[in-house]
C-alpha cells in the first residue's frame, strides 16, 4: 500500500440514501492493520442502522479477518445497507493505494456472504482460520475468504 495515513475527507462521506459518519480511527500495532470506523446513517430518517469498517492495506492476519467489517442492525435488515455501505468505501480502499479488497465471513452467515457477492465479491477459498491467526480461538467456524478488485 502507498499511504496508510488517515485522510480527513473520509470521516464523513455522503452518498445517496447513506453516509458514513466516523466513530473512530485506529492506528493498529504490529499485527492489527490502521482502520477507519463509521456509523451507517440512513439519511432520510436519519437513523443510524449500522457500523462499518476498513482496514487499510494487507498482511497474514487481514487475510482471514478481512479489510472491511460491517454490521446492520436487526431492524434495519433486508435493505442492502451493508451493500450500498460497502460500495460506498470502495473508493477510499483505492485512494489510500489499495488494487483490492479481502473480505472474509463465516460459513454459514449468508446474508454477509451474499453482501460479499453483490458487491463483486469472488471466492478464494473456505477454510478454517490457523492457530497461529492472531484472533483464533479454539471451535471456530470455516471461513469464507473472499477478494473485490478495485
Avoid at 499485527?31 to 457500523?51: C, D, H, R
Amino acid at each position: 500500500m502507498q499511504n496508510n495515513a488517515f485522510k480527513k475527507e473520509f470521516y464523513s462521506v455522503d452518498g445517496g440514501v447513506l453516509s458514513l459518519r466516523l466513530i473512530e480511527k485506529v492506528e493498529g500495532s504490529e499485527n492489527e492493520l490502521p482502520f477507519y470506523w463509521w456509523s451507517i446513517v440512513e439519511n432520510e430518517s436519519g437513523a443510524t442502522v449500522g457500523k462499518i469498517s476498513l482496514r487499510l492495506g494487507h498482511n497474514y492476519h487481514s487475510y482471514w479477518n478481512g479489510n472491511v467489517g460491517y454490521e446492520v442492525d436487526e431492524p434495519y435488515r433486508g435493505h442492502h445497507y451493508a451493500a450500498i455501505a460497502l460500495k460506498m468505501i470502495l473508493p477510499l480502499a483505492q485512494a489510500h493505494g489499495m488494487d483490492h479488497l479481502i473480505i472474509s465471513c463465516d460459513e454459514d452467515n449468508a446474508a454477509s456472504y451474499k453482501t460479499i457477492e453483490r458487491c463483486g465479491g469472488h471466492l478464494l477459498e473456505i477454510s478454517y482460520p490457523p492457530k497461529d491467526w492472531i484472533y483464533y480461538r479454539p471451535g471456530l467456524p470455516p471461513k469464507r475468504i473472499y477478494r473485490i478488485e478495485l
